[in-house]
């Protein structure tokens, strides 16, 4: 059987709420409005996947980090590594970075990830997808195309699951927010939803709304966890990366 391992976010009170971090075998899914801190906590988890927990079993690994918005920058990871004592050119080198440039292509990558995780068994920790819903957005923004889009997401959502479960690797992805309610297709009262509707509430194993607190502080809360309660916890976002 598999072990199921957790990452840290940098902050114990997430990691309390998330009940230890981001969990191996499963997608947690991190949504909220620009600069909530959807990167920078993926460049956080970049570095702490790699951190050996000897008292867990957790042999620490290396990252996958697919970017869709350009906003992936490794002089960032350069202090967060330094933070947990970890030597800055090794913590680099194990992020294995991608662009990905629309949909169709950001499908296609999963193979190469695929392929990775296959032939370095073990070795790979985390995968990380920001933004995952982007380029669904731009590619299918027709209209009358709401549901091939639903379609293609619901495609790409399972196949990072499997990878997730076949690899015993956490898939973190990031989503956006709208106030299109077709795109959302729910007709409750709060404008904003994270895009991709029933799908990605359902394809998500974990998801965390982000909002802005005072100053630096971020307001995480959990929802739809399968074994955790509904919760918050504020963080912050400092040069060393997200902590308490
Ligand atoms: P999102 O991806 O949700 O749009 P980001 O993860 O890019 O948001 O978060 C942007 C926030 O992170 C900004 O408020 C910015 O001030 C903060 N930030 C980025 N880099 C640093 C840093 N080196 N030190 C402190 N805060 C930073
Ligand atoms: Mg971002």
Redesign the pocket.
Known sequence: RKHVFKITTGSAELDKILGGGIESMAITEAF?E????????SHTLSITAQLPDESKGYSGGKVIYVDSEN?FRPE?LR?IAARFNLEDECALENVLYTRSFNSEHQMELLDMVAGLFHQEAGIFKLLIIDSAIALFRVDFSGRGELADRQQKLAQYMARLQRLSEEFNVAVFI?NQMTSDPGATMSFQADPKKPVGGNIMAHASTTRIS?RKGRA?TRIAKIYDSPDMPEAEAMFA???GGVTD
């Not at 620009?34 to 906590?41: E, H, I, P, S």
């Open positions: 909220g620009f600069r909530t801190g959807k990167t920078q906590l906003t960032r202090p990031t982000l630096e976002i400092t040069n």
